[in-house]
């Protein structure tokens, strides 16, 4: 079973940028579709975006426009950066291919504040 690993998660200002990564070990990983997923205390695990294999990409509505979804199949890794970070961003970020087929990993956690 693969088990991505996240990393770029921390503490950041509102308004600041972060930029995490996900990388995992999965031969068929150019094929999928991959996304990114976050929780916050007390809430369930929700869907943030999505990317195709052929790179088009969705979004929730609450990030749309501040988030960017990316990946490179070279490295088997898939990104998300996040400018504009509110309060409301503040989770633990995880990755999994959209149809959520590999284990969960650690995740990475976002804080924002001031």
């Known amino acids: 079973q693969v088990q991505p690993v996240e990393s770029g998660g921390g503490l950041v200002q509102p308004g600041g940028t972060l930029t995490l990564s996900c990388a995992a070990s999965d031969s068929n990983f150019r094929t999928k579709s991959m996304a990114w997923y976050r929780q916050a205390p007390g809430k369930e695990r929700d869907w943030v975006a999505t990317i195709a294999s052929t790179s088009r990409s969705i979004y929730t509505n609450s990030v749309r426009s501040r988030f960017t979804i990316s990946r490179d199949n070279t490295k088997n890794t898939v990104y998300l950066q996040m400018n504009s970070l509110q309060p409301d961003d503040a989770a633990i970020y995880y990755c999994?291919?959209?149809?959520?087929?590999?284990?969960w990993g650690q995740g990475t956690q976002v804080t924002v504040s001031s």
């Open positions: 999994n291919t959209a149809s959520r087929e590999w284990n």
